[in-house]
């Protein structure tokens, strides 16, 4: 369809991509045999076909077991350069990478091996294909908030390469009130800061992130469908949603993607972006994620560019570096 071509072919932003959800089956064994490690799965089949998640605390147990296979620089490296090759070959010319250091320092594997890898794949995808790239570093939510203060500083020796900082991992029993006190200490160091609300979490989330957080951007945010005053807001002060439509599906956060509420945020005047999250476990990248919804919710052509230029709109570049785009 003539759809399918404008998708594929326009420019696009990605916001909201977990670096770690883009491991691939194929890669994941080939990183867990040359680091010596056994995975509990006999076949790169057997292990994608445990790819099948009732909520998102299923899917974080399965990402965060294959995340342990990845340990040094070149391990990072390989990651993040699949997934650039990725976001080259879908027209993907900026992307906003989330990463989770807790899960590796935790492990013992050092902040530097994690940082060195994908900065060097971004560098040589930006060389290479002039895709542009923005760092942020996502503190776990199920962790305590002086884990997350001590990750922060330890991060500040990098600190010129984070745009933002974020807030991944389990939302239900953990609230955006738990992390007030570290997101404080981010912003007075100058960074910006996101983070997920409303995705298995009620609306109140939202409220939550933007007034105690004070995040310029939510991820998911899917739950405010719920609150209208909420949704006055979110398009009021132009409040950007990360929405990622096969992740909704795949931790039934929707039961079937005609039930995706990105239509109605289209239509309320909301900054809606699509994304993929974590592509390797949810089955599609940025274009099958555009497919999906425009199949779903008979998005038009004008819907879809809208879903491109806010995709820039929202990004943390430059106001000279948007009009490169739009
Ligand atoms: C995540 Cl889909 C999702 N939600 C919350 N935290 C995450 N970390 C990686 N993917
Ligand atoms: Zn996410």
């Known amino acids: 369809r003539e759809q399918v071509e404008l998708i594929n072919s326009i420019p696009k932003a990605e916001l909201h991509v977990h670096i770690e959800g883009t491991f ?33 605390q299923e899917f974080l147990d399965l990402y965060y077991a294959g995340a342990y296979v990845l340990l040094y620089e070149q391990d990072f490296y390989d990651l993040t350069m699949a997934y650039l090759k990725k976001c080259h070959e879908e027209k993907v010319v900026h992307t906003e990478i989330f990463f989770d250091p807790q899960t590796h320092t935790q492990r013992g594997v050092p902040f530097k091996n994690v940082i060195n890898g994908i900065l060097q794949a971004c560098i040589d995808a930006r060389n290479e294909w002039g895709i542009t790239y923005r760092l942020i570093p996502n503190f776990l939510r199920h962790l305590s908030e002086e884990d997350a203060i001590k990750t922060f500083k330890e991060s500040l020796q990098y600190g010129e390469l984070f745009t933002a900082y974020g807030l991944d991992s389990s939302e239900k029993g953990h609230p955006p009130a738990k992390f007030k006190k570290v997101f404080e200490m981010v912003r007075t160091e100058g960074f910006l800061t996101v983070a997920h609300a409303g995705e298995e979490g009620p609306a109140q989330n939202v409220w939550d992130a933007i007034e105690l957080l004070k995040v310029a951007r939510i991820d998911h945010g899917v739950r405010s469908i719920d609150d209208a005053e909420l949704l006055d807001k979110l398009a009021r002060i132009e409040m950007p949603l990360t929405v990622c439509p096969l992740s909704n599906l795949k931790l039934k956060v929707v039961n079937d993607m005609a039930d995706h509420p990105l239509k109605k945020l289209l239509d309320h005047n909301i900054v809606a972006t699509i994304n993929s999250d974590d592509p390797a476990y949810f089955g599609g990248y940025m274009n099958a994620n555009f497919q999906s919804v425009t199949e779903a919710l008979d998005l038009t052509n004008d819907d879809i560019v809208t879903l491109a230029v806010n995709s820039f709109k929202a990004s943390f570049l430059s106001d000279e570096e948007k009009q490169k785009w739009f």
């Open 24 to 56: 691939e089956p194929e890669l994941m064994f080939t990183i867990a045999e040359r680091n010596d490690i056994r995975l509990k799965y006999k076949s790169v089949d057997d292990l994608r076909a445990a790819y099948q998640f009732n909520n998102l």
